[in-house]
């Protein structure tokens, strides 16, 4: 089955950008959407010990065309709105 394609956000990918998503863990898919509301992350992993967190990360990091430890958790570790920062 064909991995379904993510938002193209390389032109967003400078050096102390700000994204800000809305998360929905146990999703049937991996997917990163970018609408009107703004970036939505649907990620197939229960929210437990920080794997959601890091299912995200990886989506972010992929779709920004960067490695994914230049992304840092600002704000949202427990909650479905997350703010992450390029480094």
Same mark, same amino acid.
């Given at each position: 089955?064909?991995?379904?394609? !993510?938002?193209?956000?390389?032109?967003?990918?400078?050096?102390?950008?700000?994204?800000?998503?809305?998360?929905?863990? =146990?999703?049937?898919?991996?997917? !990163?959407? =970018?609408?009107?509301?703004?970036? /939505?992350?649907?990620? &197939?992993?229960?929210?437990?010990?920080?794997?959601?967190? /890091?299912?995200?990360?990886? !989506? !972010?990091?992929?779709?920004?065309?960067?490695?994914? &430890?230049?992304?840092?958790?600002? =704000?949202?570790?427990?909650?479905?709105?997350?703010?992450?920062?390029?480094?």
């Amino acid at each position: 089955m064909a991995k379904p394609p !993510l938002t193209d956000l390389r032109a967003l990918a400078l050096p102390g950008a700000e994204f800000a998503l809305r998360v929905t863990p =146990r999703a049937s898919r991996n997917a !990163l959407i =970018r609408d009107a509301d703004g970036l /939505r992350a649907y990620v &197939t992993v229960v929210p437990e010990d920080g794997r959601a967190n /890091r299912a995200v990360q990886d !989506l !972010l990091a992929e779709a920004l065309g960067v490695a994914k &430890t230049r992304l840092t958790l600002l =704000r949202g570790a427990t909650a479905r709105d997350k703010l992450f920062r390029l480094d």
